[in-house]
Every structure is written in structure tokens, then in C-alpha cells.
């Protein structure tokens, strides 16, 4: 906000920009002020949004290729991996463009939650794009380019005018053209590097951390069936884990 609405952003001398007297200019388009060398653009001109892949009815079974739909991307901007959606596509082929990437992000396009958008952790197998999921593919190094696209989909008037243009239907509905179309003020190529460059390790944490805490889920959903009848004791699993230090004499 403090760089990308307010417009003070480090200057060349690491001053705020706009506050410090940064040349303004006035955008036919946006109708209002912005710092010279921005210009007015959109969300596709970034980065643009696809669709997801339109599984048979048929296909899906208990077992299979893990699919992620608009039920699975929670308000907290995560993916909700416990009850992922599976298909046995049999010998059909699913293309690599449907594989949801890890540092990418997918955004619900239908629904009352239209607008919601998740970023794609890491997880021991690939999980794939469902239909109505729009799908922002940054690239070989998303986490590169995820910085400024995830402040981008912050912003109230991001939301709005999806909530806007999925009104006047039964069902909140928005595709990825509308998506693709909706305003995004683009700073100056070498700022938007800047701010990535500042926060790809944030992000990159993230990452990380989600996956240590999934397996930490798995492990605690494996240990607690035993405990629970027995077979092992809490000592023992301190132990196993490296918990609890035994001194020389034995004792915990």
C-alpha cells in the first residue's frame, strides 16, 4: 500500500517518492495522478490467468491424480490439502499446463468466494487445475515474480471489481478474460524487480514452512493411533524424534 497506492516508494535516494516531491503525472485512462513512468495496464499484462482442466464426471474415484477445486482455496490465501478431490483419468493424458506448479497461485472464478486465491505449496505429489479454477502461471521462477502479483490480488479494488464484474448472474461467475482485463497500475519495470527482489525470500519461507507443518500433520496423524492404543509411549517417541537428551548416567 505504502509503495503501490500511496506512491512512496524508495526514490532514487531512498527517499519516499510522492512525499518527497517525485514528479506526478496526470493518466487519461485512470483519471487521476500516477508517478511518471508508470502507466496504466492490467493484471494480464503481468501475468495472465488460465483455466483449468474440465474433468469427466466419470473419472473421478478415491484414488488418483490429486485435483484442486474452488471448495480447496481458503480465505487465508492456502490450499486446503486435506480432502483434495482424485481422478483416474485411465489412459487419457492431461497436459503439463494443468499441473499446478508450486509458487504459483490459483483464484476461485465461480461461487460466492469468486475472487478468493490460494498459493500452490509444495507437496509430495503433483496436484493438478479443476475447471473454474483460474490458474496465474509465473513462469520457470515464480517465486521471483510472486511478490508484486500477490500485492497486486491484495487490493480491495482487485476484489471489487471481481465481485463487480461475477454480479448479474444466478451464480457469481467471472472468466479468465475478465480477469486478465482488470486494471493493474504498472510501475516501472526496474521497482517491480526491487520489491520481488525484497520479499522472494518471505515467500520462499513460506513455502518451506508450509511443507514442514504438512509433515508434521502426517507424522502426528501416524504416531497418535498409537499412542492412543499403546504401543508406543511418549518417552519413546521424545526419543525417536531427538526431544529429549539422555545424560550419561541414562536418565532423561
Known amino acids: 500500500d505504502y509503495w503501490f497506492v500511496q506512491f512512496d516508494f524508495p526514490d532514487a535516494n531512498g527517499k519516499p517518492y510522492k512525499t518527497s516531491g517525485g514528479k506526478m503525472v496526470f493518466n487519461e485512462e485512470l483519471k487521476r495522478e500516477i508517478p511518471q513512468s508508470w502507466d496504466d495496464g492490467t493484471f494480464g499484462n503481468y501475468c495472465k490467468s488460465t483455466g483449468g482442466f474440465a ?3 466419470s473419472w473421478w474415484t478415491d484414488k488418483g491424480l490429486k485435483v484442486v477445486k474452488i471448495k480447496d482455496i481458503e480465505e487465508d490465501n492456502t490450499i486446503n490439502l486435506n480432502n483434495l478431490s482424485s481422478a483416474n483419468i ?4 492431461i497436459d503439463d499446463k494443468f499441473m499446478a506448479k508450486p509458487g504459483n497461485v490459483l483464484i476461485a472464478m465461480t461461487g460466492a468466494t469468486v475472487g478468493k486465491f490460494a498459493i500452490i505449496p509444495i507437496t509430495s505429489e503433483p496436484l493438478y487445475v479443476n475447471q473454474r479454477v483460474g490458474y496465474f502461471n509465473l513462469g520457470k521462477e515464480p517465486i521471483k515474480k510472486l511478490p508484486f502479483l500477490i500485492n497486486s490480488l491484495n487490493q480491495v479494488y482487485f476484489r471489487e471489481a471481481i465481485f463487480t464484474l461475477a454480479s448479474g448472474a444466478a451464480q457469481p461467475n467471472i ?3 475478465q480477469i486478465n482485463e482488470i486494471q493493474l ?3 516501472s519495470k526496474e521497482l517491480i524487480e526491487k520489491f520481488n527482489q525484497m520479499l522472494s525470500h518471505n515467500y520462499s519461507k513460506i513455502l518451506i514452512n508450509q511443507k514442514e507443518n504438512q509433515e ?3 507424522l502426528r496423524d501416524w504416531l497418535l493411533p ?5 504401543q508406543v509411549s511418549v518417552g519413546e517417541v521424545e526419543r525417536e524424534l531427538g526431544l529429549v537428551a539422555e545424560d550419561k548416567d541414562g536418565y532423561n
Open 90 to 93: 485411465s489412459n487419457d493424458k
Open 185 to 187: 497500475l504498472i510501475p
Open 216 to 218: 508434521l500433520a502426517s
Open 226 to 230: 498409537m499412542l492412543m492404543n499403546g
Open 175 to 177: 472468466s479468465n478474460e
Open 55 to 57: 474433468f469427466k464426471s
